[in-house]
């Protein structure tokens, strides 16, 4: 297990406390999370595997508030995140959640630098602003040379290390990566995995990677296991 960032002796920043979600199907009530409690200290990344349908995606999105759990708990800083409305929520997110997916997700009629610009433009900051730090970013993931390139005429491993780009450029605390090694062959995957251990230390982020690499998971700080509903180590 990588030991570089190890810092899993702080105090939790992040806390998810018993959290729950079931789905009622025609009468029939389907558990996916019976219960699930994590504590991410500040700059700690946190691997998670488990067989498919274990529920690992459901619960990567509660815990970046794009999903609310039947029951439980987001503590940030003690203070509960699920009080908020959805429009708190909402900027809560675009401050202090970077997501990057399996699938990119980028917009292609935009370039890799507005791709990346896109957060900061959703909040209102100063395009000139944001143009300057996507363009500094974008060189931190070795892609200075491509920032005018369209997302079309990107590689895989290319867009992949866009979309990681955009994910930190609000410089948020939590990072949230579900099979970001998933798209990509064997060699790349392993290029934009340690770009995102890079990024993570850089700007002590938590990170929470849902991933079916276990050489990949286990390099990280901490590797869980979720099944049966539930987390463990």
Sequence with gaps: MNDQTQKSSGAAKF??????????EVGTRIEVLKGVDLHLPQGEMVAIVGASGTGKTTLLHILGTLDRPTAGKLLYDGVEVLKKNDVELSVYRNRMVGFVFQFHH?????????NVMMPGLIAGRDKYEMAEKAGDILGKVRLADR???KVGELSGGEQQR?????????????LLADEPTG?????TGYKVFQLLQ??????????????HNLELANEMNRCLTLAEGKLQE
């Design 162 to 174: 866009v979309a990681l780009a955009r994910a930190i450029i609000m410089k948020p605390l939590l």
């Design 15 to 24: 806390q998810a406390i018993g959290i729950e979600k079931y789905y009622e």
């Design 147 to 149: 920032i005018q390139h």
């Design 183 to 187: 798209n990509l062959d064997t060699k």
């Design 106 to 114: 980028l917009l292609p009629e935009f370039t890799a630098l507005e």
């Design 198 to 211: 890079e990024m993570s230390a850089e700007y002590s982020l938590s990170a929470v990677m849902v991933t």
